[in-house]
């Protein structure tokens, strides 16, 4: 079993502790669901957030679905545009919010 151990303060200089760990853990497995299941769990242990997880795309039915992830119950399919991860998709880059239940379109 690996644990996660960070002497970071900050996120980048956390982020820098533990991608050595998730390239580790990754490295020579070919599963795509084992390595997401994986790089969720380091991620919130080494920085405490309350969820962290994945959304595959379903490009045929248009919608994100629930991959990997670690923390409180999700939504199994999010539409192509709605709440913060469809829009993100749809504009094809990150969005940022500091508060997501404040996010005008947030799935809760």
Known sequence: M???QTGGTTKVEIYQEILPQ?????RGEPDLTANLANISA?????FG???V???LAD???RELVLGPFQGPLACTRIPYGRGVCGQA???GTTIVVEDVNRH???IA
Do not use: M, Q
């Open 2 to 4: 690996h644990t996660i």
């Open 22 to 26: 998730i390239e580790s853990l990754i």
């Open 42 to 46: 380091v991620l919130k242990a080494a």
């Open 49 to 51: 957030w309350l969820w």
């Open 53 to 55: 997880g994945f959304y």
């Open 59 to 61: 490009h045929n039915r």
């Open 89 to 91: 998709w749809e504009k």
């Open 104 to 106: 005008p379109d947030h």
